[in-house]
Structures are given as structure tokens and as C-alpha cells.
């Protein structure tokens, strides 16, 4: 069955550090994967996706993940997080009639 | 850009009372959807919704749910009868083709009493 696994609940970082986010799939064909970020009391937004192609896809707000097909993992990082940033994180990969299936988030906090 | 809208951004209705989350999709897009998040959870697919009927369904979508586009441009959920377990955070998302990402909305916070 395709799933999708976030395995950091929680993640803390320092405002300036840098940031990465797991994220594991469990697919038979290439998936199509992205990485959404919901503020409190906010919607989903949509930062990346990955279809094919370049393994290292570029979204918004400075993230970047890599899609590695060996790992089984589809990462979000960022060089230089903003308090800003402070959100849950949402990673969801393309099932069966363009559903998604989501992990179960992972929530950043930052300190300054 | 535009945006997927949804109200009201809050609902308290009592536990077997009927209710209808609205969802206005962007214009242009011809698949919508339904997801469900219950506090603490993660986000759960409900329902699936093109050409005028559904596409595919979850477990969860059970005979108290159904979906409608009752003019061009707004899309609802209904709930014919609430339950206390209904209470979660509703989004509805949209896509113009199949292979596009999905865009969401605000979510519906949805309280059973």
C-alpha cells in the first residue's frame, strides 16, 4: 500500500541553522511527492513537488528537497531557517486518482 | 493568485444536527476534493469529485456524507448527521489536470457539541 512516513514529530532548531526534514515513501512506481506547510490556524501550502526529472527540486520560501530513490526519501531542507518558519510540515505523496496521502507532519519550532 | 475559498472558516453544530461545508475551487480547475483533519492526526482523504460525480471515496465517507457541486462554481460536503467523532479541521483542494499539484483551502474547523 503507498504511504508516506515523517518519522520527527517534533523538530527544534536555531534561528540562522540549518533544517532537514524526513521524509519516507513506501511506493511501487516513481512517485509523485510534495511537501506542504500548514501555519496554525492556516491551510496547506503547497512548497514543492516532485514529479521526475532533476532530483533536487527548489520551492518556495528557500526549500529544496532531493528525491532519492535508493533511500526511499524525498527530504526538505533549508541553509538558513527564519523564525518565521516555525510551522508543521506535511509530507504527501500522489496516490491513486490524484489523492493525496499524507505523513503525519512534523512540526518545527524555532529558537532564537 | 488565485485561491481555493472555503466557509465558514468555523462551524458549532450539535451532535445530529445536519451540516454543509462550502468550498468555492479556483475557477479553472476540474478535480476537487475533500481531506479531514482530526485534531492531533494527519490528514486523511475523504472523497474525490469530477465531472460531476465522485471519483473514489475512503472508508471514512460513509451514507452520512455527500458531496455536490450544485452550480459552477461552489462545491460542498454535507453531513446528514453529525457525530461527536466528526469534529476535525475539513479542507477542501483542487486541481486543473491530473497530474498538477493540489491547491487548498483556509480548512473548515468543524466542533460537534
Redesign the interface.
Known sequence: AQSVTQPDIHITVSEGASLELRCNYSYGATPYLFWYVQSPGQGLQLLLKYFSGDTLVQGIKGFEAEFKRSQSSFNLRKPSVHWSDAAEYFCAGRGYGNKLVFGAGTILRVKS | EPE?T?TPSHQVTQMGQEVILRCVPISNHL?F?W?RQILG?????LV?FYNNEI??KSEIFDDQFSVERPDGSNFTLKIRSTKLEDSAMY?C?S?EG??Q???????TRLSIL
Open positions: 481555493v472555503q478535480y476534493y481531506y492526526q494527519k490528514v486523511e482523504f474525490s471519483s473514489e479542507f483542494a486541481i491530473p497530474d499539484p493540489q491547491h487548498f483551502g483556509d480548512g
